[in-house]
């Protein structure tokens, strides 16, 4: 049977690439987005996840069985950190609930985070407190409540995504879905240079050295998301899956000033 995967974000970057991946694979893709017109996927619907009223319109166009679900849309730190709460945060959370009963058995939900949110677990409480307000217009309201920088905002809402994608598994469970998320590292799309502006070239090469010197594609990041979707993942849920190359322990291991070659000899001694 044909299975039919909802992805967000389309229109460029890792999501196109995931769609377009996909379809080749044998899948039917119907792909949401705010802008583009639908070229990478077989159905399209635009729609904005500043506003549910627009999330919920694109989504009661959708009819027929699901057996997967993909959040790749979000936005960057260069935008004003309300905004990318709305999109990062509530929009993917509105759509997530809004699609998890009509998701087939055996399906599985992947959230695209990033290793921007390592860092997850030291605003646990915060994050906890977040994800209680359930309804859109609740997280809202708490977000106007604990404003943010862009930049703090795009980080924060990757931790979010994170934990709401293993608390979710817990949700998913009841309709036999499994609930992970993606957290890629830098990755050659149209939003890498706000990235630049927001961390800093510096930070971001000695990332790129660590990860072997280059950044991600799309398309690394996408065969992640197509195995976490598939049959020969159906015993991880619940998990966040790193792609970034070995970037990861220059952030966990504080060695984000350290150049790749002396990383280890930082980390081992001499």
């Known amino acids: 049977m044909k299975r039919t995967i909802v992805v967000t974000g389309t229109d460029s970057g890792i999501g196109r690439a995931t769609a377009t991946l996909l379809r080749e ?9 705010a802008n583009g017109d639908g070229a990478s996927v077989d159905e399209f619907h635009r729609f904005d996840l500043t506003n549910p009223d627009s999330i919920d319109s694109a989504l009661a166009a959708i009819e027929e069985p699901l057996h997967g679900l993909v959040n790749v849309a979000g ?19 509105h759509v997530t609930e809004s699609l998890l009963g009509r ?38 309201a708490w ?19 994170i934990v709401y994608a293993m608390a979710g598994s817990m949700l998913a469970r009841a309709c036999g879905v499994r609930s992970l998320s993606v957290s890629p590292g830098a990755v050659e799309t149209p939003l890498l240079r ?43 849920n619940g998990s966040d899956i790193v792609v970034d190359g070995g970037a990861g322990p220059a952030f966990h291991f504080n060695l984000t000033d350290v150049s790749a070659a002396d990383s280890a000899r930082a980390f081992f001694g001499d």
């Open 143 to 161: 977000v106007r409540s604990h404003p943010m920088s862009g930049p703090d905002a795009y980080d924060f809402s990757k931790e979010v995504v």
């Open 194 to 236: 706000h990235f630049y502006d927001t961390m800093g070239a510096g930070l971001l090469d000695r990332l790129k050295a660590q990860s072997g010197g280059r950044n991600a594609c799309p398309e690394d990041v996408a065969r992640v998301v197509a195995f976490a979707l598939s049959e020969d993942a159906a015993w991880i």
């Open 25 to 33: 694979r044998g899948a039917r893709v119907i792909g949401l987005d």
């Open 75 to 93: 936005l960057p730190g260069s935008q004003d950190g309300e905004a990318v709460m709305r999109v990062n945060v509530l929009g993917l959370r």
């Open 103 to 140: 998701l087939q058995p055996a399906s599985a939900i992947v959230h695209v985070a990033s290793d921007a949110g390592h860092a997850w677990r030291e605003r646990l409480d915060l994050i906890r407190d977040l994800l209680r307000q359930r309804t859109y217009a609740a997280g809202l």
